[in-house]
């Protein structure tokens, strides 16, 4: 019945939210508001992606599972709701989790059910599934199927959640690593398998956080990729170290190497994910053609609540990343098929740019853009910063800020428009090439992804600017030359 409710009501009231009050290429609720996204997985050859739902309001409220498909990772249609909290053992919300295609045709969907109050001791987080054709599921009779009975001494039955899984097809048999608390207050990120995905057995603790990195992990994601081991979590209470990790909720990529017959993840190293305003909970897939595709939620716990006058949604995807491993470290980059919506190429080469005189370049306009600019110093001198100006008026501006003498790119959102007190400037460190520096942005009307040195760095985050302000500037302290290749998508 919950279910039902909540299709009719995200169908009644979706309908009212015109085109021109969302993103154009971006995932957003079909109303009301979302945050992790889950079950991101290919289902009879189309990319499907779920998140975290509250369907009735744009504040976050008792979990469901929102659903949306796409053929080509850009262009999503909505579908109806998936999942509401109508179980005993999910009554208090159906949390993140994943999906995976079954041989025999169905799709199974992987969550956390949450009994009794959330963040009480009182509260049970376990393991549950649902299985379905797509469009509608129907959840296991007996869940839950994993519970504090598979857990380890010491790990937290009221923390434990976020289950990813997989199929090994040599092994022949899935595994799924979820989320927990352990006994020194801080996270963990537990192994599971299953012959049939019915049945779960524990393997061993991956890694833990010891209170160095975070405490509760939340949403861990474990892959191999490019002859590296890679697990990514998002943990809660990070403290800021220089400009690689920030305070409050984060997400760090820990790189290493995986021993599968011990099932033994040797760390080698740790580093952000996203450097910058809005981004937590990513979960990957992998697409038939070999990539990883990384996909996040694109807001901050710290400024979620605090909408926009008028919103009648609140929350988005990221664009869909791919991801590869250089010298050990994560490179993201748009997926590729970003580029069949490319429209009106604007291209401006060896533009030159001088001290403090803002430059407008013709054709160079937009909201919802996909623009690369590459600057590079004058002969025989140095400038000391370079800034674009974008979404962009008398009134309104973001800028994107490089320091060739720092090496940092900042993003400063502070005249968006948005009428809160939230963090509104990150600084991200870049690699020293002596003031060479290639950066790509991809705006889609409120927001702002900066992929930089071709993603050794991203940056996201949502701006909160009227749509007509499309201006983008151009400013140097000193000289220096630019090239500029801009496109609209439609």
Known sequence: MKLIEARIYEKENGAKILPEERPVFHVTPLTGWMND???FSIYKGEYHLFYQYYPYDINWGPMHWGHVKSRDLIKWEWLPAAMAPDQDYDAQGVFSGSAVELKDGRHLLMYTGVQGQDNTPQCRQTQCIAAGDGLNYEKYEFNPVITGEHLPQGCSLSDFRDPKIWRDHKKQCFYAVAGCRTADGSGAVLLFTSKDAYSWEYVTMLDRSRNEYGRMWECPDFFEKDGQAALIVSPQEMRAEGLEFHNGNDVICLTGSYDSTQHIFTRKSVSAVDYGLDFYAPQTMETPDGRRILIGWMQSWESSRFHPEGARWAGMCTL?????????RLIQNPVRELLKYWMHPVIHKGVRLE????????????RTIDMTVDVRPDEGQMYSKFVI??????EYSTRIVYK????????????SGFRYHIVSKREAPVRCQAGRIRLRLILDRCSV????????????SCIYTP????????ETEGTAWMDVEKYEIN
Request: with cysteine; glycine share 12%; charged share 25%.
């Open 320 to 328: 869909p990343r791919e991801l590869s491993f250089s010298d050990g």
């Open 355 to 366: 001290q403090t005189k803002k430059v407008r370049l013709s054709g160079v306009t937009g």
């Open 389 to 394: 100006y974008i979404a962009e008026n008398q």
């Open 37 to 39: 996204p889950n079950g």
């Open 449 to 460: 992804e900066l992929f930089i040195n071709d993603g050794e760095q991203v940056m996201s």
């Open 404 to 415: 060739p003498w720092k090496n940092t790119v900042c993003i400063d959102r502070t005249d």
């Open 467 to 474: 749509g007509e302000a499309d201006g983008i500037l151009f």
